[in-house]
């Protein structure tokens, strides 16, 4: 593949990576990427990088929270949200203290800081939806909601044990103790 220059020999985006046997995923992937990228640069404006917008949400919405809900919610390693919530903390977005009741388990609430960046990122999320998907039709956009969702519906349980074999799509959930690292 060729690298195209753009004007004044800057590189153009590279549109992503495309595989013959799976055109739809490749632009499923292509499309996520760009939208990621999109993001990530709307959210520098505030000062803040993908996820903790998520965790600030969720925040909002539900409350001072254990932090093992947060781990949940986000779907992601356990020490990736430590890491997360930790940057956060010194970024004065989020408290964490020892539960009252379990020492083991850590409470995460807003801050005064975080609150008030809320509304922000809910318009930065409004703006985004208007970029992505401004382009399409009503109609267009509820037949896409429609067909991601079926999309997101066939897939496996991620924490299912899938066969190495391709060819055979049984998903089996992984054995009592054992945990697919995937």
Known sequence: MTTETGPGGARAPHVGISVAEAPLSSLLLQAVRA?????????????LVAPQE??????????????????HFLGRDRSTVTNTLQAMERADLITRAPSSTDKRTMIVALSGKGR???????????????????????????GLAQTLAEVRRGLPDPTARIRRNPADV?????????????
């Open 35 to 47: 939208h990621a990228a999109v993001a990530t640069a709307m959210l520098q404006r505030i000062d």
């Open 170 to 182: 049984r998903h089996e959930p992984p054995r009592e103790g054992q945990h697919d690292e995937r």
């Open 116 to 142: 008030r960046l809320c509304p922000k990122v809910r318009e930065i999320w409004s703006e985004l939806e208007r970029l992505t998907f401004g382009g399409l039709t009503d109609q267009q956009r509820v």
């Open 54 to 71: 998520l965790v600030l949400l969720f925040l909002q919405e539900n409350g001072r929270s254990p932090q093992s809900e947060i781990v």
